[in-house]
């Protein structure tokens, strides 16, 4: 059977972006050809060529959701920091890479890629923090590439426990980090192009000559964006990290914050100036209390997108992450109001608003707007297509697509998605992968593997004192362990 070079999807609602991101609705049919969308108009004609026709009425076609920060590797440890702070997920979920080998690695992250795509993301920013051995790193990219997810992978010089009791990391960077980094920058993009390198960078705390050092060299090996955390605050410090990286003469547009929390409105005006963006998590910041998430603070707004961070916290789609951002402004809005004995006569902030932050704004954060984030003609092909007649989208689908989208959709509604021209997902079902030999995998094969891995983990796990690593965490950051208390009176 010869391969597919178009796909055609007809009679679907398309949602649009115009000018000023405003989003109109176009009930024609969009034709694919190779990975670009190459005709949007009404009975477009069935190519020649061979075609792969999906009928899409009753259909929403949106452009596939972006997701600007994520550690894409950690499924195998999914569900165990729902009721944790950053400091105590820090130890357990962040430095518990040290115990995956490299093949874990491997279906953690593909497990990660999965998830993603089945909620309707055709691309992320992944802050890949398991760089805990020379194999981790490619076996991640190899994962990624085979999901066929579109991604930029942010390689990340990442501390490696060698001990934990007590907490200590391996000093400096591993042997292999630079020469490692020179040759996946040589090879990349992986996947037909759709996975690009980055630059996962944290330490701050490193000789000022040291850090320009890494970001110039990076930049001149040709990584895509340099994505760090930021989260002014107690943990941390009251310091900004825009400022410092302004000072060093390193902000630019593929400079990418996570989380921004807390960040000074100086910090907002440098990097508006530098065309630097935010990538804002709510979920994991209204958890582990990294301050109010910023996606829709005014200074702020212009530069931001979404990210799951963590979808060993919360899900991994973007949806909740627009529904979550939305609702959370709304009320903070709504609240000095109460407080006041009134009630606002309007919402302040809008649906399609918190849909631009998942697409078309997350193109602007990865710099990629011209190729993706939106639907027209030219523009990679990235879609998510949402059954409009499922119980949840009934009637919403037909009044107003992108409000049926934030407000009432879930990942169950997510029909189809194509990534690069590419069917991942059909009719509800993601299709089959394949695997570190190249063998073919579906969803369930993947899944006895990621089981059959997390008890492997799971007993390194169950032998570590996480409470003493938590504490020692304190000592190693020089945070001030005043800060960490159980109520507001202590
Ligand atoms: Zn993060």
Redesign the pocket.
């Known amino acids: 059977m010869s391969i597919p070079t178009s796909l055609l999807l007809k009679n679907g609602t398309l949602i649009l972006h115009g000018e000023g991101d405003c989003i109109k609705f176009l009930k024609e049919d969009l034709l694919i050809v190779g990975n670009k969308i190459v005709d949007i108009k009404p009975n477009i004609e069935i190519p020649e060529s061979n075609t792969v026709v999906l009928d899409c009425t009753g259909k929403l076609v949106s452009p596939g959701f972006i997701d600007t920060?994520h550690?894409v590797w950690q499924t195998q440890f999914k569900g165990r920091h729902t009721n944790d702070t950053l400091l105590t997920y820090l130890p357990k979920g962040n430095w518990t890479g040290s115990l995956c080998t490299s093949e874990d690695v491997f279906w953690g992250q593909l497990g990660g890629c999965l998830e993603s795509i089945d909620g309707g993301t055709t691309m992320l920013v992944d802050?890949a923090n398991i760089t805990q051995g020379p194999h981790h790193a490619p076996n991640a990219i190899t994962a990624t590439v085979s999901s066929g997810i579109r991604s930029i992978f942010g390689y990340c010089d990442t501390p490696n426990v060698t001990s934990w009791t007590p907490l200590t990391f391996a000093p400096g960077t591993p042997e292999y980090f630079d020469s490692q980094l020179a040759d996946l920058a040589k090879q990349q993009p992986f996947g037909d192009g759709r996975v690009q390198l980055g630059l996962s960078f944290d330490s701050f705390h490193l000789p000022k000559e040291t850090v320009i050092e890494c970001y110039e060299r990076a930049r001149s090996l040709g990584v895509k964006l340099i994505t760090s955390?930021y989260v002014r605050g107690p943990v941390v410090g009251p310091q900004s990290r825009v400022e410092l990286l302004d000072t060093y003469g390193l902000l630019g547009p593929d400079i990418l914050l996570?989380h921004a929390s807390n960040a000074t409105p100086n910090d907002a005006v440098l990097l508006a100036k530098a065309n630097a963006h935010v990538s804002v998590?709510p979920d994991?910041e209204l958890q582990m209390a990294h301050g109010f998430p910023v996606s829709f603070r005014d200074d702020l707004h212009p530069l931001c997108s979404l990210g799951v961070?963590?979808h060993t916290t919360n899900s991994g789609d973007i949806l909740t992450q627009m529904r979550l951002a939305l609702q959370c402004a709304r009320g903070a809005y709504n609240q000095p109001f109460v407080d006041a004995g009134k009630n606002p006569n309007t919402v302040k902030h809008t649906v399609e608003a918190a849909y631009n932050l998942g697409t078309i704004k997350g193109a602007r954060a990865v710099g990629m707007e011209s190729q993706i984030g939106s639907i027209a003609v030219g523009k990679l092909a990235d879609l998510v297509i949402f059954d409009g007649e499922s119980p949840a989208m009934i009637c919403a689908a037909a009044h107003d697509p992108v409000a049926a989208i934030v407000m009432h959709a879930s990942v169950r509604d997510v029909d189809t998605v194509i990534v690069d021209g590419k069917i991942r997902k059909r009719e509800g079902k993601l299709l089959a992968v394949s695997g570190l030999k190249g063998e073919e995998l579906q969803w369930k094969d993947v899944a006895k593997k990621l089981l059959r891995s997390r008890i492997r983990i799971e007993a390194e796990y169950n032998k570590i004192d996480m409470r003493s690593a938590a504490s020692r965490m304190i000592d190693l950051w020089h945070m001030r362990p005043e800060n960490f208390v159980d109520s507001m009176a202590d």
Do not use: A, I
């Open positions: 920060h550690h802050h955390h996570s998590t994991t961070d963590c």
